[in-house]
């Protein structure tokens, strides 16, 4: 893996409360690029750490089962003019909607967060320029978003 993702939360009644923080370098490839940017021309993207505040509402107070979720997050690339050796720096911003199960394979210890979502770009859509080659992000751009969670719940008493 080129990133790895680590992250705390807090549970309480019907609720959870977490932060994450993911690290490490990957390469966006063409489609990554053109998912999230327009006029990039021959840049190159590097995702090299995002921030993500969650929020989740759970349908039973056990916090099993179906839940309802938000999650903010801000992901950082370096962009790259490999022929001019040149560097910028750009912070994406997102919202994300999500709906989820939760399962728990082991002794309500170790559980499962598939869930799915919708999340919105709302970063800046202005030109950035790295020298003299221009790149932004894609106007008004809304991804579906499958993911799946691995955790462990510890009660604290």
Known sequence: FDLVSA?????????????AFTFGDHHFDKTLKDITFKNYGDLEFLHYQSEDVSFKVFLNQRRTNFYLGGLMNF??????DETNNLEDKITGAYVTLYTGF????FKKIFYIDPN?????????????????KRYQFNDNFIEFTPNIQAGVRFILR
């Open 116 to 132: 799915v979502g919708i999340s919105a770009n709302i970063s800046s859509k202005r030109e950035r320029f790295v020298g003299s």
């Open 75 to 80: 992901t950082h690339w370096k962009v790259k």
């Open 102 to 105: 939760r399962w728990f394979p």
């Open 7 to 19: 992250g705390a939360g807090f549970e309480w009644s019907r609720f959870q409360t977490g932060a």
